[in-house]
């Protein structure tokens, strides 16, 4: 219980700073709208994308903004010198490591109610399916990418280069959930019910509690400073 009001406080106090600040959560929104513009400007003037394009389309879009909040996670922490007084609180790394995969995940959630609305405005027409057939696709994919990027960060953000550093630790660790999102996501956006594409559904169930379970167990280590 003690360990629960303790992950509540941190991930509480952090959601009020960015939702304050606005500043991981408006980067987010306008990069990932930017690239659907710029995509469907790309896709010509009688913009006919199939469902397997219009999910690649949108993963890449949710994909690249979202790496513009994690980067934020720890930075303001680094920043500020606050990265050694957390860890000689009483909370335990773990503990801290949850709370903020929950901000990573909440953030992820608050730009994709912007992006998804904006990308079936864009390229919608030619779906069966709506944005409530994605949201068991986008609620697995925000838990094994704030998972997996939440510890990538932690081990980013402690070299001079992170902003480089961490694209290149992420990407290709996300790389198998990303194919199984597209997947899965053309598949909602032909209308297909949601029990036929559990060949993709339960391995992303499975990248998201190993990945939950590996950054908790880890991150002390990740978080550490020399």
């Given amino acids: 219980m003690n360990s ?6 941190l991930f509480g106090k952090d959601l009020r700073i960015e939702l304050r600040k606005k500043e991981s959560l408006v980067s987010m929104a306008f990069f990932g709208a930017l690239l659907l513009v710029i995509l469907n400007i790309a896709a010509g003037v009688d913009n006919q994308v199939d469902a397997d394009a219009g999910a690649g389309i949108l993963w890449v879009a ?10 934020r996670v720890f930075a303001r922490e680094k920043e500020n010198g606050c990265v050694a007084a ?3 609180s009483p909370v335990a790394p773990g503990e801290i490591f949850i709370a903020k995969a929950l901000v990573n995940f909440i953030l992820m959630i608050l730009a994709q ?32 990418f704030s998972t997996a990027g ?14 480089v550093l961490l ?51 880890l991150f002390p280590f990740a978080i550490r400073e020399d």
């Fill in 4 to 9: 629960l009001r303790q992950i509540l406080f």
């Fill in 62 to 71: 949710v994909i690249f903004s979202a790496v513009l909040g994690l980067g």
């Fill in 86 to 88: 957390l860890l000689l």
């Fill in 113 to 144: 109610l912007v992006l998804v609305p904006i990308f079936f405005v864009l390229f919608g027409s030619n779906f069966s399916g709506g944005p409530v057939a994605l949201l068991p696709i986008l609620l697995l994919v925000n838990l094994g």
């Fill in 150 to 163: 939440t510890l990538i960060s932690a081990i980013s953000a402690g070299t001079r280069r992170n902003e």
């Fill in 167 to 217: 694209p290149i630790l992420l990407f290709p660790l996300l790389l198998p959930l990303t194919a199984l999102a597209i997947k899965a996501t053309a598949g909602a956006l032909a209308a297909r019910p949601l029990f036929e594409l559990r060949d993709q559904i339960e391995p992303m169930i499975a990248f998201g509690l190993i990945f939950s379970a590996a950054g908790y167990l």
